[in-house]
């Protein structure tokens, strides 16, 4: 299960915080991507990168920021204005061959907003 | 962007019996076709995949069947056991000459297999 961490496992916000997941790999993977996973609705995607000091918005990217300063860290910020933050966040990295692009994940944290 | 479409959201088996997960996807330019494992408490895990020049796949009890012209993909479970019970996602990625490069995800399948 090595390769890629994310920290904390476990998360509470107090309403009007801003808190910061880390997600850090070692697999030299170019991609690195961060979900969001509530119940019935899978894997959405907040936000994506493929180079350093380059990132795209996902579908949910709303509420959320990133930075991507190191090909290791892509960190997730989840600011005030993320309505609904309590959720399951997963970090995952890929290399970008065209014909292979499978994902690696972390363990996850679980964020709740008290 | 890239639509995918799975059911169904759950399914529950006898052990031993079959199980069977369809989805759907909407970018002819998606190439490539993963499915995840996802136990509770756990992170995903790629299982099986399968990319757009091949029609089927097959790994001991798991089969993943594509079908471009209707833009479609499923996932066979042979012989079920109760530790194949967990939530199963698949996804379509396009390839990064067509753009960045993303997975779409499906909803999941949470599957129940019954001892």
Redesign the interface.
């Known amino acids: 299960d090595g390769g890629i961490t994310q920290s904390p496992k476990y998360l509470f916000r107090k309403e009007g915080q801003n808190v910061t997941l880390s997600c850090e790999q070692n697999l030299n993977h170019d991609a690195m991507y961060w979900y969001r996973q509530d119940p019935g609705q899978g894997l959405r995607l907040i936000y994506y990168s493929q180079i350093v000091n380059d990132f795209q918005k996902g579908d949910i990217a709303e509420g959320y920021s990133v930075s991507r300063e190191k090909k290791e860290s892509f960190p997730l910020t989840v600011t005030s204005a993320q309505k609904n933050p309590t959720a399951f966040y997963l970090c995952a990295s890929s290399i970008l061959l065209a014909e292979h692009n499978e994902q690696f994940f972390g363990p996850g944290t679980r964020l709740t907003v008290l | ?1 890239e639509n995918v479409e ?1 059911h169904p ?1 759950t399914l529950s088996v006898q052990e031993g019996d079959s199980a069977v997960i369809k989805c759907t996807y909407s970018d002819s330019a998606s ?2 076709f ?1 499915w ?1 494992k996802q136990e509770l408490g ?5 299982i099986i ?1 399968i ?1 757009s020049n091949v029609g089927e796949k097959k790994d001991q009890r798991i089969a993943v069947t594509l079908n471009k012209t209707a833009k479609h993909f499923s996932l066979h479970i042979t012989e079920t056991q109760p530790e194949d019970s967990a939530v199963y ?1 698949c996804a379509a ?1 396009i ?3 067509k753009g ?9 399948t949470k599957l129940q297999v019954i001892p």
């Open positions: 962007g799975q959201s190439n490539y993963p995840y756990k992170r995903p895990q790629l995949d990319r996602f990625s390839p990064p000459q960045y490069q993303k997975v779409t995800f499906g909803i999941g």
